[in-house]
Nanobody, 121 residues
Framework: QVQLVESGGGLVQPGGSLRLSCAASGIIFSIYSMGWYRQAPGKQRELVARITTSGGTTNYADSVKGRFTISGDNAKNTIFLQMNSLKPGDTAVYYC??????????????WGQGTQVTVSS
C-alpha cells in the first residue's frame, strides 16, 4: 500500500510562516497528483492546494492564494506547502492527499495522518 507522512506543523503567531512536507512511500507505480487539505473544528475538510506531477499544474483555494505555495519533488515523491502571512483562520489539521496508481490496474486515493497548524498570538 501507500503511506503518506506529513511534517512541519506547529504553533505560529499571526503573520508568521510554516513549511509543511509530505512524503509518499510504498507500492507506487505512478502518482498523478498530490495535494493539501485542511479541516478546522466543526468544519468540513477543504482543499488548500493541489499539484500535478506531470507539468506541475497547481490550483489553490481562494482563501490562500498569494500566501501559500505548493511545490513538489517528483524524484522523491514529496510535496511541500510554504505558508506565509498566516492568519488565525488558517488554524486546522492539514492532511496530505495523493492520487496514486499502485499497479497497472489499480489506482487509489490516499491520505496522511494529518499535522496540526495553529496560528495564535
Amino acid at each position: 500500500q501507500v503511506q503518506l507522512v506529513e511534517s512541519g506543523g506547529g504553533l505560529v503567531q499571526p503573520g508568521g510562516s510554516l513549511r509543511l512536507s509530505c512524503a509518499a512511500s510504498g507500492i507506487i507505480f505512478s502518482i498523478y497528483s498530490m495535494g493539501w487539505y485542511r479541516q478546522a473544528p466543526g468544519k468540513q475538510r477543504e482543499l488548500v492546494a493541489r499539484i500535478t506531477t506531470s507539468g506541475g499544474t497547481t490550483n489553490y483555494a481562494d482563501s490562500v492564494k498569494g500566501r501559500f505555495t505548493i511545490s513538489g519533488d517528483n524524484a522523491k515523491n514529496t510535496i511541500f506547502l510554504q505558508m506565509n502571512s498566516l492568519k488565525p483562520g488558517d488554524t486546522a489539521v492539514y492532511y496530505c492527499n495523493a492520487d496514486v496508481r499502485t499497479t497497472a490496474r489499480s489506482r487509489g486515493d490516499y491520505w496522511g495522518q494529518g499535522t496540526q497548524v495553529t496560528v495564535s498570538s
